[in-house]
């Protein structure tokens, strides 16, 4: 029997883009289904009735939740197509360790900074810069953070790079300027298809984040 896929998602998710990619690298027909994150479907809060966050993979019926897991089980059930974690034991577990830095600082330090303004502000884009370096040291002369190859953490770091013009732009500072071989490697992640058709653009982004300012009131 064909295996049946729905994900529920919500465009400008960074969370939701990096399903998004694995999915398109490895060739994975899907139905991708937007979510209403206001008005909350009645299927998202039967598949991730702890979180009730998107997205959420159904594989068969049987919901996956949360980003990260979901990207090492569509690694894991399609690992003949295009594997995004290394074979060797040591060198899965250091893509899991970057995975999981990525996840912990990226987006709560970005929010900082387009939710915040004055020190505080400040901090948060000092943070994210240190971050961003951290990860600049990481891949190294490498093409991609897993080597020759498109890998697992490319695939968790590079939706980030759709919000970098809203952060710059809340911001008023250049990350480019600040890390330039970051940038470099993401344009290089754009080339390809899986990556570019599963990023919105990035004006899009700023134009949501200029929204959600409006309605949390932050101005």
């Not at 994900?7 to 990619?21: C, N, T």
């Not at 009645?42 to 979901?70: R, T």
């Not at 809203?166 to 911001?171: I, L, P, R, S, T």
């Amino acid at each position: 029997m064909a295996d049946e896929l729905v994900l529920l998602d919500f465009w400008p998710s960074p969370f939701g883009m990096r399903v998004r990619i694995a999915l398109a690298e490895k060739g994975i027909k899907h139905e991708y289904r937007e979510e209403d994150l206001r008005n909350k479907s009645a299927l998202l809060l039967q598949m991730n009735p702890v979180h009730k966050k998107i997205p959420v993979l159904i594989h068969n019926g049987k919901p996956v939740c949360e980003s990260l897991i979901q990207v090492q089980y569509i690694d894991e059930v399609w690992h003949d197509q295009a594997p995004l974690l290394p074979s060797d034991p040591y060198q899965r577990a250091i893509a899991r360790f970057w995975a999981d830095f990525v996840d912990k600082k990226i987006y709560e330090l970005g929010r900082k900074i387009w939710t915040t303004k004055g020190e505080e502000q400040e901090t948060g884009k000092k943070e994210f810069i240190e971050c961003l370096k951290l990860l600049e040291g990481e891949l190294g002369d490498k093409p991609y953070f897993g080597g020759e190859n498109l890998g697992y953490v490319d695939v968790v770091l590079v939706p980030f790079y759709s919000w970098f013009l809203a952060y710059e732009k809340c911001g008023n500072f250049s990350i480019e300027a600040e890390c330039p071989k970051l940038i470099a490697w993401a344009q290089r992640c754009l080339q390809k298809e899986s990556v570019s058709k599963s990023l919105p653009d990035q004006e899009k982004v700023y134009g949501f984040v200029l929204q959600l300012k409006k309605i949390f009131g932050i101005e």
